[in-house]
């Protein structure tokens, strides 16, 4: 029976990546993701869910914070759509990380590296050179000279999941950093026992276990369910104002209009930046047919 639970859920991904009862997890994933230098050898949750409260104020932001032994604070998020002015959004709350750590009277020499990594079940970044790179690091550099470092201190690390396609049809063979990320794209539809065999290592074993905990947790299982549906109704309040949009170029008696709001909904569908309205309608009816069958023919495959 498929694991059923998918880690792109934040509430998920908060249990499977930031439970004090499994920081093995926690300290493999980082390694993986940024293979620092200095590896993480111990690291605090500093954000638990503690016992069962799983009050509404407490759901809200279900990130993971985390702190190592070398006082490098982690800041870890799951995000399965796009809000408004998200950049800032990343670094607003990596500055408070970092701000957080300095107490009164400590100098600032005492302040420990912030590192921000955000899993993004969303195509975010649009450039020639990001098509199929899926892992982008960012932090403080010249403008004139992209050698030369501010600081290392202040991290960014985005995870694009749909641009995310195995380097080799040999799962055992991949790297850490992609194993996580197969098995965030793929856990959900996946036996637990195939999963944990593919990915062969022991934290990879015990984060399919804590998602396998999750589905024989009533109170578990029940905040998955609400979380899940939260997003859902998140997603299909974006594809109800993409269908507005649709109606309003109908009632101009466009067919460009028509298929334009065709083509976003479907490229929110399928985790695409969405074109913007002059953009599209900057292209001839031919066009946007020959995009429109395109991506049709991309979802069908994906829900094949």
Known sequence: ?????????????????????????????????????????????????????????????????????????????????????????????????FLRQLREGEGYSELCPAISICLVDRRMLEHPSSETRWHHSFRLRCDQDSELILTNDFEFHIFELPKFHPSGDNIGELSAEEKWLYLFTHAAAMEPDQLSDLLGDDPFREAIGVLQMISKSPEDYQYYEDRLKFLRDEQGKLLAAKQEGEQLGLAKGREEGKLAGKIQTLQELLGDAVTTDDELLSRDRETLRTELTALQARLRHRDA
């Open 1 to 97: 029976m498929p694991l059923g639970i998918d880690p792109r859920v934040d509430f998920a991904c908060k249990l499977m990546l930031g439970s004090p009862d499994h920081p093995a997890v926690t300290i493999h994933f980082l390694n993986s993701m940024l293979r620092p230098k200095v590896p993480v050898v111990e690291v605090d949750i500093l954000n638990p869910l503690v016992g069962k409260d799983r009050s509404e104020d407490k759901l809200i932001v279900l990130d993971v914070l985390a702190r190592d032994s070398w006082g490098r604070r982690f800041n870890i998020e799951m995000q399965t759509r796009l809000p408004l002015s998200f950049p800032n959004r990343l670094l607003f709350y990596n500055c408070k990380n």
